[in-house]
Structures are given as structure tokens and as C-alpha cells.
């Protein structure tokens, strides 16, 4: 009997024993490895849904909460990781043909183990893994992603773009009180009020990969559509003033829709330029004018809303401000006659339709250029805004060596026929916008026209001083070979001068429009 007491007492002994060690060995085991930060774009993304890949090709998603702040386990995951804030999930974000939503990513080489690791997600850290992932063949970040692994990428290279990529901001930073903006990191570094000035300075999208149809690298812009690169820095000073300036009631705002013939240019594109980045010169220094050129070279009336471009401008637009829009230029990819490679993704992704000769609209309505027009109408007056129509500038038509200008222009070079384009249905794409004009009863600025008019008033070979045709000594961007060359001229886009010629068009065209007269009062 003692015994069989004793020796059940050696057995709870020993259980407790064994017990108590798995107790101590899971005590330890629940002190996870933990990433944690904040997705912010502008301002938090709340409710984000952010996942997390490893080098094996893991996966973890959590959902952010309210102030875009998230924390992952990632104790069994393998470095480096890859952390994707997405708006919402399921949302889309690498199918061009829709609309997407907004989509930021950072990269993370290592991690101290049994503790929580800061890994925030904004617009520099989407540059950083943008950087990264060119280096590795994908378009952009978007690629790094559905490849759905980090293995192969090395912390040197994170390092080296981060290093990169702070030049951008670094100034900025000092300028904002940021007392460790030489070594701060986009990811690693907690994010002070300071830190948070000036990403609420800094736009951010992913462009698109003509080649190829996939979402390409990552694209930065200060609060006024201004691109940033390593020359064209954040100008903390300025951006913090526009950001003001585009909330005060009291300035009127004249938001531009458009393409690259408007579009703003890094530095190093000098003197190539859109008619909306000098359009600010053209109105009374005095005048409570602003103009935001959220314009972007490649984009149709689809693609600019697809990639949400058109969502940017809805989200600060104010009741009395006004939206031009003016598209056309790669609305009309539909097909060439002899088709090249992209023209597959041009229509499946890019392209709309205008319509037929009697003003009707043809095949289905998601792709009526019309009908995408009559989105950004609705999108001005459903805020309380003004908009206002414009048709593309005319390109110069050139004979076969594609130096020489074939004047006079005598019609639109934005029409589809059964002669040069191989797209679907065929019509007048500035007539389209006219018909826009007329059934919506919107201004209309008839800038193909103008500019036709203009084009043939000087001719050969004055129209190489407005439009890109450049000596490569002086501009040495536009090396031999590359379009815009003097031997080379880009017949599309404008240098300085031409842009401004346009600019002065366009002031014409105000003054002569009746409901546009506020505008035109303060113009020069």
C-alpha cells in the first residue's frame, strides 16, 4: 500500500515535471515575432487589408484597423518579407481593364525575433520595393506581388534603394523638423507628426507597362501633381502652402483631366512640356486662380479613371471649382492597320470608341468615349463644380522620313477609318467630344481646331519650334534615335513654347465663351 502511495507520487512528480517544462517551452513560444505598422497614402488607410509574404512563398493577411495600423505574426515566416496594403479586400489592383483600387507595398530585409518590428507601409517605401523589383525584371511593385515571394533579394539592395529613394524627401524632411532625416527609413523608422507633414505631401499611383499590359513602377508627386525624382525633389515650403491652398473656399481651382500633351515633366525632360504646366503664367498674378495638372502622359478618358486618377481629383475638388477635360490622343489606340504588338493590351485596356458620323454611339457602352466624357461631367457637377470640354491638340502629319510636315492639315487626325486603323468601329474623335458638349450642354473649347490653325499658319519648318524637335547638344535627353530629336521630331508633343502657344489658345477660347466668363476675367 506505502509503496503504490509512494510510487503515484513519483509518477505526479514526474508529470508535473514534464508538464510544467512543455508550460515554460509554450510560455516562450508565445512570445511571437510581430510585424507591425501603419498603411498610409495621403492619410490612413483604415480598414486596408494588408498580407504579408515571406522568401518561401507564405502568407499571412490581417485587416487594418480604423487608423490603417496592423500587426502580423510572422514567428514561422521566412525573411525578407513583403507587406501589400490593399484598400480593401478583394479589391482590384492588377487588372488594368478595371478600375483599381489603391495599392501601396514595403519591404522588409530582417527582424529582431520575439519582439514587435516596425514595418510601415506609404508612398516612399512603394518607391523602395518599385526600385527593387525593376531590378529583378517585374514592371513594378504590383508584379512583386502576384509573384507572391521574396526569396533572391538581398538587404544590401533594399538598402541601397532606400538610401535612393530618401533623396527625394530628405530635404523635406529637414525642412519639417525631422531631426534623424539622414538615416530616416520609409519602413523601420516610427512615423513622428513631423514624418507625417510630409507624406501628406506626397501623391502616389503605379503607372502602366505599354509593352506588356501590367501595372508598372511606382509614380510620386507632390500635393500639386508635380512628379518627383531625384532632381525634382519635395519641396516642403511650396507643397505645404498648395495643400493649403487647394482646401481655401475662397480660390477658385481649375482641375486639369487630361494627357501628356498637358501633363507636367521631371527636369531632365527639358524643355518638353504640357500646355497645363505653364497654364498657371496665363491668369493675373493677383487673381484667387489655382491650377491642379493632374493630367498623365499615356492616358485615355478610361485608363485616367481606371487607374484612379479621376477618384484623386473627386476627393478635393470644391463647389465653384472647374474640371477640363481633354482627351483623345490614346483613346483612339484601337488598332492600327498594320496591328503592332501592344495593340492587343491598347484595346483591351486603354482604347474607347467614338461615334459614328451621325453622332450615335457605337458598340457597347463601356467603351463609348462618350459616355466615359460624360463620367468626369458627372463627377464635376455631383461636387459642385463646373466642367468644361476640350478637344486634343492636332498632331503634325509628316511624310515618310517622318521629318518633314505635310501642310495644310485639312481635317482631325483624331479620326479612326477603315484606311489606318484596324479598330472595331470607326468615327471623328473630336467630334465625339463636341457631340459630348452639345448633349450634355457643357463648354466647349475646340482646341484641335485652334491648333490645326496655328499649325498650318506657320508650316514647314517653323512647327519644329512649338512641337519637340530639339538639337541633342544643347538638350542631350534627346540623343540620336530617341523621338524629339531634331532629326527625329516628335509630331505630338509640345517644347515651352508650343505648350505656352497652347496656353494662349486656350485663354482665347474663355474669353470668347460666355459661360466661362468668370475665368476669363482673371486671365491676362
Not at 13 to 36: D, E, Q, R, W, Y
Not at 199 to 222: C, E, K, P, S, W
Not at 331 to 343: L, N, Q, Y
Not at 437 to 442: G, Q
Request: glycine share 8%; charged share 25%.
Amino acid at each position: 500500500m506505502e509503496m503504490r502511495m509512494k510510487s503515484k507520487i513519483t509518477i505526479l512528480i514526474i508529470c508535473m515535471f514534464f508538464t510544467g517544462a512543455v508550460t515554460a517551452s509554450a510560455n516562450h513560444a508565445v512570445v511571437p515575432t510581430l510585424l507591425s505598422g501603419t498603411a498610409f497614402s495621403l492619410s490612413p488607410m483604415g480598414k486596408a487589408s494588408v498580407t504579408v509574404f515571406d522568401a518561401l512563398g507564405n502568407r499571412k493577411s490581417v485587416i487594418a484597423d480604423k487608423y490603417g495600423v496592423y500587426t502580423v505574426d510572422v514567428t514561422e515566416m521566412k525573411a525578407p518579407f513583403l507587406i501589400h496594403a490593399l484598400e480593401s479586400a478583394g479589391a482590384n489592383f492588377s487588372d488594368e481593364s478595371k478600375f483599381r483600387g489603391k495599392s501601396i507595398t514595403a519591404i522588409l530585409g530582417g527582424v529582431t525575433p520575439h519582439v514587435k518590428n516596425t514595418a510601415n507601409v506609404n508612398p516612399l517605401s512603394d518607391r523602395v520595393v518599385s526600385e527593387v523589383a525593376l531590378t529583378l525584371g517585374y514592371k513594378g511593385p504590383i508584379g512583386l506581388v502576384l509573384a507572391g515571394k521574396t526569396e533572391g533579394i538581398k538587404t544590401e539592395i533594399i538598402m541601397e534603394k532606400t538610401d535612393k529613394t530618401r533623396l527625394m524627401v530628405l530635404q523635406a524632411l529637414k525642412d519639417a523638423g525631422v531631426a534623424t532625416a539622414e538615416i530616416w527609413d520609409p519602413v523601420t523608422s516610427i512615423e513622428s507628426s513631423n514624418v507625417v507633414d510630409v507624406l501628406r505631401l506626397i501623391r502616389h499611383n503605379h503607372g502602366y507597362d505599354t509593352a506588356t499590359g501590367q501595372v508598372g513602377d511606382t509614380m510620386l508627386f507632390d500635393i500639386n501633381f508635380r512628379p518627383l525624382s531625384a532632381i525634382d525633389i519635395l519641396n516642403f515650403e511650396r507643397a505645404s502652402k498648395e495643400k493649403a491652398k487647394l482646401a481655401d473656399k475662397g480660390i477658385v481651382h481649375i482641375y486639369l483631366a487630361a494627357d501628356s500633351t498637358c501633363s507636367n515633366y521631371e527636369t531632365e525632360r527639358t524643355p518638353r512640356a504640357g500646355w497645363g504646366q505653364i497654364f498657371q503664367s496665363k491668369f493675373k498674378e493677383n487673381a484667387k486662380v489655382m491650377i491642379v495638372n493632374a493630367a498623365q502622359s499615356g492616358r485615355s478618358s478610361r485608363t485616367f479613371s481606371n487607374e484612379g486618377w479621376l477618384r484623386m481629383i473627386g476627393e478635393s475638388i470644391l463647389p465653384g471649382d472647374y474640371l477640363f477635360i481633354q482627351f483623345g490622343h490614346n483613346d483612339e489606340k484601337g488598332g492600327s492597320a498594320i496591328p503592332a504588338k501592344r495593340d492587343k493590351f491598347d484595346i483591351a485596356n486603354t482604347a474607347t470608341y467614338p461615334n459614328d458620323a451621325i453622332g450615335k454611339i457605337q458598340g457597347s457602352e463601356d467603351l463609348s468615349f462618350q459616355r466615359w466624357l460624360e463620367k468626369y461631367i458627372k463627377l464635376a457637377r455631383d461636387r459642385q463644380a463646373i466642367p468644361v470640354l476640350l478637344t486634343p491638340t492636332t498632331r503634325i502629319i509628316v511624310d515618310q522620313d517622318k521629318n518633314t510636315g505635310l501642310f495644310p492639315i485639312q481635317q482631325s487626325v483624331h479620326r479612326n477609318n477603315s484606311t489606318n486603323s484596324s479598330a472595331k468601329y470607326f468615327g471623328d474623335f473630336s467630334q465625339t467630344i463636341r457631340d459630348t458638349a452639345t448633349a450634355n450642354k457643357v463648354a466647349l473649347i475646340d482646341i484641335d481646331a485652334k491648333t490645326m490653325t496655328m499649325a498650318n499658319n506657320i508650316g514647314e519648318p517653323q512647327w519644329k519650334k512649338l512641337w519637340l524637335a530639339v538639337d541633342p547638344v544643347q538638350y542631350p535627353f534627346y540623343k540620336k534615335g530617341m523621338t524629339g530629336n531634331i532629326d527625329l521630331p516628335d509630331t505630338t508633343h509640345f517644347q515651352i513654347n508650343g505648350a505656352s502657344k497652347v496656353g494662349d489658345l486656350i485663354i482665347e477660347g474663355l474669353k470668347k465663351t460666355p459661360s466661362l466668363e468668370r475665368l476669363a476675367k482673371m486671365a491676362k
